[in-house]
């Protein structure tokens, strides 16, 4: 059985982590999305990690060997534990690459672990959580970028920020 992880942040999750998601279900027999739980980011984030994880298991049900959890710590830790032997990481541009190369690298020299880049198809190739939660809050249109679910969250998180300050 080939078992991949996708991690990632997914603060919201976008369009185009749907996207790498879908398609590796197409390539994989079973798909974890990871979403990493780091409590020291935790007052930097816009949703609580059990918020991400609900948004990603509502966009993933189109997707049966799909599933999703959290982790902490490594990642290389958290494929151990589960007897994955892949990692699936999205590139949207040559920055990505340089990053993740490295990340790549030192994941396989810590455990027997591969990491598979998948590029981001080019209607999401611009595309990251930090740019729509940025748009979203200066009251740009973001509904072709994310889950109509996570749209409706999204607003309604900036919404209760906006009305505290």
Known sequence: MRKVVCPGSFDPVTNGHIDIIGRASRLFDEVVVAVGVNKSKASS????AEER?????KVVTDYPNVSVAGFEGLLTTFCQERGITA???GLRAVTDFDYELQMAQMNSSLVDVETVFIPTSPEYSFLASSLVKEVATFGGDVSRLVPP???GRLTQRLTERRAQS
Do not use: A, T
Request: proline share 0%; net charge negative.
């Open 45 to 48: 984030r816009l949703f609580s």
């Open 53 to 57: 994880m609900e948004m990603l298991e």
């Open 87 to 89: 990692i699936v990481k």
């Open 149 to 151: 679910d996570v749209l």
